[in-house]
């Protein structure tokens, strides 16, 4: 009998990109490119988005599929950020626009966690890594930013002071690890939308930002003191998004009452991050909430976590 040969499995790329929680965030007034400034203060958490890049026949262009919670929620053609990602690197290396992309959701959707800029990230390492095309990093760098103000912090990780949009990054020095809780809502809130009401609450008194003004945070993580970062986490959009969702004051108060070290909106909302003493703490947070009634899921995460990373390398 002649054994029959199994056709090899086509190339693919598996790498994973974290969500993040703003541990400060201090914006300015809206500039005349409709961006605010931003300091801001970027933890990597470790809920992790993973894309598979895996190579098609020349000629088969981009296509996308997405699994896990919220899937569903996730646009899957030109719009989504890992496939214009896909297309941007194609159309600044010359090489071809062929790859099928696959999204494992592990960051909420819509919550102002980074979730589709983690899937830029990843999208941009997997695709430059299947098509063997060695951007450099500062040049991949300047590509994400290109596709949005958040994708550029979930190629790097770990802690870092954002400033312009929030794109340029210094890493920020934390020792320790800190324990969180997210409560998530099903209906996501737009970014968009979060700012423009931010102008509206803040009328044109919004004072200039700067990065000095989150010492306490700085300090705070240097010294691995999570008690002293609860008490300064802050989020200048925790209003425009309490005042668009007042629901979430009830999703902080709870938290607040079970002891957590802090609460704070996560970025443009409406996630609620709740800082905890120890992971049983913040999983007992999570119980809180769930107890409640007042989210619709809960996920635990420790911070900081590692940038945008390979998982696994081509397998051919
Ligand atoms: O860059 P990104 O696509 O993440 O931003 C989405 C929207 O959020 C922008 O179009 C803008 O309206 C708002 N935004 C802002 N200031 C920032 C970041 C985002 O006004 N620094």
């Known amino acids: 009998m002649i054994p029959r040969l199994a056709a090899a499995p086509p190339p693919s790329v598996r790498v994973r990109a974290p969500g993040k929680v703003n541990l400060g965030l201090r914006v300015g007034p809206v500039g005349d490119d409709g961006y605010h400034p931003l300091a801001t203060i970027f933890q990597a958490v470790s809920l992790f988005e993973e894309v598979t890049a895996t190579q098609v026949t020349p000629g088969a262009g981009i296509s996308l599929t997405v699994s896990g919670p919220q899937a569903d929620a996730v646009p899957t053609d030109e719009s989504n950020l890992a496939w214009r990602a896909a297309a941007l690197l194609a159309e600044r290396t010359g090489l071809a626009a062929d790859v099928q992309l696959h999204i494992t959701k592990g960051v909420p959707v819509a919550g102002g966690m980074a979730g589709g800029s983690a899937d830029a990230a990843a999208a941009l390492v997997a695709c430059d890594a299947l098509w063997e095309a060695g951007v450099p990093r500062p040049d991949l760098v300047e590509l994400a930013a290109e596709l949005g103000a958040d ?10 002071v954002g400033t312009g949009r929030g794109d340029l990054l210094t890493p920020a020095m934390t020792r320790g690890e800190f324990h969180w809780c997210f409560a998530t809502q099903r209906e996501g809130l737009s970014t968009p939308t979060v700012f423009r009401r931010f102008d509206e609450l803040a009328g044109p008194s919004t004072p200039r930002v700067a990065p000095a003004d989150d010492t306490a945070i700085m300090h705070a993580l240097r010294a691995g003191d999570p008690v002293a970062l609860g008490k300064a986490l802050h989020n200048d959009l925790e ?28 970025g443009s909302g409406p996630t609620v991050a709740a800082l905890g003493r120890s992971r049983q703490h913040a999983l007992a947070l999570g119980a809180a909430w769930t107890a409640a009634d007042v989210v619709d899921a809960v996920w635990c995460a420790t911070g900081p976590a590692p940038g945008t990373q390979i998982v696994t390398p081509m397998r051919a």
């Open 239 to 266: 209003g425009p998004a309490l005042d668009l969702r007042p629901e979430l004051a009830d999703v902080v108060e709870v938290a607040t009452e079970s002891g957590a070290l802090g609460v704070v909106v996560s």
């Open 151 to 160: 994708v550029p912090f979930s190629l790097l990780g770990h802690t870092a």
